[in-house]
């Protein structure tokens, strides 16, 4: 048994509402994977952010389609 995060790895869809617009938001990559990938760009902040992020959540960004915001959700991860 393992701790996974059901959106990294596919296993469900992950409803959230846009708080602005009502829409259904859309999960993007996880914040760790942006952090691999663009540390550099990263401000103190986020990686604040990810250190204050428990072993057993995965933060995610959700986009909204409809209006373009975003906002940061953290998974519950889940065991497999
Ligand atoms: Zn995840
Ligand atoms: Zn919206």
Do not use: W
């Not at 790895?9 to 952090?35: G, H, R």
């Amino acid at each position: 048994m393992e701790l996974v995060c059901p959106i990294c790895n596919s296993l469900s869809s992950y409803i959230v509402q846009c708080p602005f617009c009502n829409s259904e938001m859309e999960a993007q990559a996880a914040i760790q994977d942006y952090f691999d990938d663009y540390s550099t760009y990263l401000d103190k902040g986020i990686t604040e952010m990810m250190d204050n992020v428990s072993e057993d959540k995965c933060l995610h960004i959700f986009s909204c389609p409809q209006c373009h915001k975003d906002r940061r959700v953290s998974i519950n991860k889940i065991l497999m």
